[in-house]
């Protein structure tokens, strides 16, 4: 049996696959004790499928742990030491605007206060040593940190991607003189050029270390009280590694739950479609959107996040603030907006009936019928029409609008954020989206991919049988993976086939360690031409033969940007390795016949109210439907319209087929 727990914002979500059989259990999160509710999932989902902890061979675990810590900017209390003369990096930054117009618009505040930034004599130039460290720096910058009772030491001198003696003298000795603080060395962290960007993934590392380390040590003690296999953490690029490994690298982790559903939707792209599909995942916060071509998730080496950069490879997911909780608002101009606030798991949506009163996009689409009124949440939430219907009309009041037109505007409003969300990851990057099937999940997702595809001329939606817990699932089927990089700097006579050759080789040699003998190497060559800032990422074998990836780089650059340079020296700048171990290909197949429950009721689509039939539970394979229909699946609810046809596959997956015209 595989487990999957992954840790929200307002749910934890839990899958137990036995075979082919998928249970399911979904608890609410308990926030600063994050690791209670996995464990109550856990026991929740055991019910469910009437298992035993000793049944479990695998539990992969995600959680967003990470990233509320760097977005609340409460991680540990962190110092940073730096060449001398280069303490204030984190202040300086790239020199630019976060809004170009607005020349007054903040930055964030750096992780680490001014007075925590230290300087090192020291100096290492691209050629060696400029200055020797110091005999006495590090008992003397001991002494300082110990004085400054800092939880964690970022670690980012310059050069010390070339050469990282200095750094390595300095953070073996810190990490014997200050035991119970933890160390994050650049050399180690991300051993590549670009220092603003070394550093500031460094510092993230060393910020999230320590409370990531503490809320592992905890899940983990008790899962091993339970009986559980030590769980397997979901790193940000899409795989698996030991949970004693996350604990020690935070910034590894930032998009651990994210990175869950995109292995989901890859893993039901390649199930139940042709392995191209546009993944939509929308919570009670946020909607995150990524891209799966032939069977996998694009993959991306750097992130903004809080407006901190994270240079690491991680899955590439686009996030906009539209969720099932985002709430609806008149701006100062008098129109309609929706979110980024969001009402949150408390007091939440006004129909959670705990207090909210502010309109919401789940209020909105409870009054339009594509939510169920007799719906229970997990907790045992039951919905309450009259207080969505409160708040709407208090807000259709201030536009001059009636309660259900605003609450269609609402709806029309989110849909439009998410639309744009979708074209940043496809049209503005050159992939047209109506190659790919829509694929929606998260607990919110379904009711609106109807909408969303005919908006975006996508002609096929592929909506999972356990939609409502994707990530869950994804967690499953993930594979342990271990990634790093190098700058190599290699042009002209130097890019040759021996040096690439033997810098692969001493990557490898790194990675290889902990995984099995079927980790296979995935490299990634980063090139660029002379003189240009920034590279294109050119996939290649561990031997690859120099003329043949400047003539792949040439073709990418044309592709990308309309022209290539025939005079241009190509340089290859960095060289990405990640050593990945296959994880198990779960086949989820569909429910059996009983428990399907047919009725109707009317819902509100393009203006109007009509009649659609609703299928409850989980529909066996082969189950056909016509629109208007909706399917109440067991933690997510799909609504189509007149013009889509849908019918259930071996896997349970719903597969729907707009015809031409088809309604939105």
């Not at 810590?69 to 003369?85: D, N, Y």
């Not at 099995?516 to 996939?539: H, I, K, M, S, T």
């Amino acid at each position: 049996m595989l487990l999957g727990v992954d840790v929200g914002g307002t749910f934890t979500d839990a899958v137990l696959l036995d075979d082919g059989a998928v249970h399911t259990a979904k608890v609410p999160t308990t926030p600063g004790e994050e690791s209670l509710g996995a464990m109550a999932a856990v026991a929740a989902v055991l019910e469910v499928a009437g298992a035993e902890p000793k049944a479990i061979a695998s539990f992969a675990h995600g959680m967003t742990v990470g990233t509320n810590a760097l977005l609340e900017e409460r991680g540990a209390r962190t110092a940073l030491v730096a060449t001398r003369g280069f303490a204030d990096l984190l202040e300086i930054a790239r020199q630019d605007r976060p809004q170009l117009y607005r020349l007054c618009a903040p930055k964030p505040a750096p992780l680490v206060p001014a007075e925590l930034r230290l300087e090192a004599a020291e100096r290492i130039g691209p050629e060696g040593a400029v200055e020797p460290l110091a005999a006495g720096e590090p008992d003397r910058l001991a002494g300082l940190l110990r004085e400054q009772e800092v939880e964690s030491v970022a670690i980012c001198l310059l050069f010390a991607h070339l050469d990282p003696s200095h750094e390595r003298r300095l953070a073996e000795h810190l990490r014997g003189a200050l035991p119970g603080v933890h160390v994050s060395a650049s050399h180690e962290v991300l051993p590549r050029f670009r220092e603003y960007e070394r550093c500031s993934t460094t510092t993230i590392d060393a910020y999230l270390s320590p409370l990531l380390g503490r809320y592992l040590d905890r899940l983990g003690a008790a899962a091993e009280e339970a009986g559980l296999p030590r769980p397997l953490v979901m790193q940000s690029s899409g795989g698996v590694a030991p949970a004693e490994e996350a604990a020690h690298a935070g910034a590894w982790s930032v998009l651990s739950g994210p990175a869950g559903g995109a292995v989901g939707a890859a893993l039901l792209a390649r199930l139940s479609g042709d392995g191209n599909a546009l993944g939509f995942d929308m919570g009670g916060t946020s909607c995150d959107v990524c891209v799966v071509e032939d069977g996998a998730v694009r993959r991306t080496d750097s992130r903004r996040i809080a407006g901190r950069t994270i240079q690491l490879p991680m899955v590439d997911v686009h996030t906009v603030g539209a969720g099932g909780g985002s709430v609806a608002w008149r701006d100062a101009g008098g129109a309609l907006r929706v979110g980024p606030h969001s009402a949150g798991a408390e007091p939440g949506p006004a129909c959670y009936g705990r207090g909210g009163g502010e309109p919401t996009v789940t209020d909105a689409n409870l009054l339009l019928g594509h939510l169920a009124a007799d719906s229970r949440l997990a907790g045992g939430i039951a919905l309450d029409v009259d207080a969505a219907r409160r708040a709407v009309a208090a807000l259709g009041e201030e536009l001059g609008l009636g309660e259900v037109e605003a609450a269609e505007g609402i709806l029309r409003v989110a849909n439009q954020e998410m639309v744009r969300a979708l074209r940043v990851v496809t049209v503005e990057r050159g992939i047209d989206p109506r190659a790919f099937a829509l694929l929606p999940f998260g607990g919110a997702g379904p009711m609106h991919a109807a909408a969303i595809a005919a908006e975006l001329g996508i002609e096929r939606i592929l909506c999972p049988r356990a939609g409502g817990v994707l990530s869950a699932l994804g967690l499953c089927a993930s594979e342990r993976r271990r990634d790093t990089a190098r700058t190599v700097m290699l042009a002209g006579e130097k890019l040759n086939a021996e040096r690439i050759a033997a810098a692969v080789e001493e990557l490898i040699a790194t990675a290889r360690t902990g995984l099995g003998p079927d980790a296979r190497p995935e490299l990634v060559y980063e090139l660029r031409y002379a003189g240009q800032a920034f590279e294109l990422p050119v996939p290649g074998p561990p031997d690859p033969d120099p003329a043949d990836l400047t003539a792949r780089f040439e073709r990418l650059h044309e592709e990308r940007y309309g022209h290539r340079d025939p005079d241009g020296e190509v340089v290859l700048v960095d060289i990405r390795l990640a050593m990945v171990e296959p994880g198990p290909e779960p086949r989820p197949e569909a429910a059996a016949a009983a428990g399907l429950d047919r009725g109707r009721r009317r819902i509100r689509v393009g203006g109007k109210w009509i009649e659609a039939a609703v299928l409850r539970g989980e529909p066996p394979a082969g189950t056909a439907a016509e629109g208007p229909v909706v399917f109440e699946l067991p933690e997510s609810t799909l609504v189509l319209p007149p013009g889509w046809g849908a019918e259930v596959d071996a896997a349970g997956t719903v597969l729907a087929t707009r015809s031409a015209g088809g309604a939105a």
